[in-house]
C-alpha cells in the first residue's frame, strides 16, 4: 500500500468488518465469509502485537 492508515484508523476498519461479519445470522454464514472474519480477528490481534512491539 501507497499510503497506510494510522494504527487506530486500521484497528476501526478491521473491527468494523468483524463486527459485519459476526452480525450475520450463523446459518446463513458461508466458509468463505467465516474464513474472512477469523482472517480479520486474526489481523486485528497482529497488529495490536506488532504496535505494542513498537513495529509501528
Not at 19 to 30: F, G, Y
Not at 32 to 37: A, K, P, Y
Request: glycine content about 6%.
Amino acid at each position: 500500500m501507497d499510503n497506510q492508515l494510522p494504527y487506530k484508523e486500521q484497528q476501526d476498519c478491521i473491527l468494523y468488518g468483524i463486527a459485519r461479519i459476526t452480525s450475520i445470522d450463523p446459518q446463513e454464514l458461508t466458509p468463505e465469509l467465516q474464513l474472512i472474519g477469523d482472517n480479520m480477528v486474526m489481523a486485528f490481534c497482529l497488529n495490536l502485537w506488532m504496535f505494542n512491539r513498537g513495529l509501528k
